[in-house]
């Protein structure tokens, strides 16, 4: 009996000490805000661009601007919208891309660094950048984020999504080890101040996103250091008592 408590009591501390750790994510977007063109949704029936801004909450920096390209012909109609906490790019039938940027208050389309030197790290509580994918219909999509510092301080990773629904880790180590940089070195990861998401999967592609946060890698989730007193501490006790039983 002694031993299933002592048991239990571990794995309700460790548990503790994961969500602990976990709670520590910094929000780059939940997509609670929706777009501000055309009531929450582009629309593109031929070749061309489009560009929206959107200002609200859930956003890192507070303003998310979106880029939605379509390089098909005329006929083909290219969609992204924001809606209900999620975001969505539709092809249709055409080919489309839709490029999302973070960069602080500046509201141009071009890069503005305005995030204020955002530590992505968040003093060592995380190590990755979670993307959470609600859906996507093609094997040969992919997900390319750019973080950057200034200009001449940027590093880029990417992934191929699977159809359905999957989740995506970018650790912070492999950003410091990618090889697509920028033409001074890498990021730093202390003082970002842009990031960039290219979405893009040729044809017929959609791809539904519900919220892009660092995290810590949930592979790799360990207790705190006070969660791990707290279990020493619980387990001599009640080692403790199951000595004074024997006794």
Avoid: C
């Avoid at 141009?108 to 968040?122: H, I, M, S």
């Avoid at 969660?227 to 501490?233: D, E, H, I, V």
């Amino acid at each position: 009996m002694i031993r299933k408590v002592l048991l239990g009591t571990a794995s309700v501390l460790m548990a503790g000490g994961m969500a602990a750790t976990g709670a520590s994510a910094l929000i780059i977007d939940d997509f609670s805000t929706g777009l501000s063109v055309g009531g929450g949704v582009i629309i593109l029936t031929g070749p061309g661009s489009a560009f929206d801004l959107s200002v609200g909450g859930g956003i890192l920096g507070g303003d998310r601007e979106l880029t939605l390209v379509n390089s098909g012909p005329d006929s083909n109609v290219v969609s992204a919208n924001a809606i209900g906490g999620s975001f969505q790019h539709n092809n249709g039938s055409g080919a489309g891309t839709s490029l999302l940027r973070w960069d602080g208050t500046g509201g141009g389309d071009g890069l503005d660094f305005g995030l204020g030197d955002v530590d992505l790290t968040e003093g060592g509580a995380n190590d990755s950048v979670q993307i959470n994918v609600l859906s996507a219909d093609l094997t040969n999509s992919s997900v390319t984020m750019t973080f950057y510092t200034d200009i001449d301080h940027f590093s880029t990773v990417g992934v191929n999504i699977p159809t359905g629904a999957s989740t995506h880790f970018f650790l912070l180590s492999d950003i410091l080890a990618s090889l697509v940089i920028g033409p001074n070195g890498g990021v730093d990861l202390l003082r970002v101040n842009a990031i960039d998401l290219f979405a893009d999967g040729g044809e017929n592609f959609d791809l539904s996103m519900d919220f892009i946060q660092t995290t810590l890698d949930v592979t790799e989730d360990v207790p705190e250091p006070a969660s791990m007193t707290l279990l020493g501490a619980g387990l001599m006790g009640l080692a403790g008592m199951a000595r004074r039983r024997k006794a």
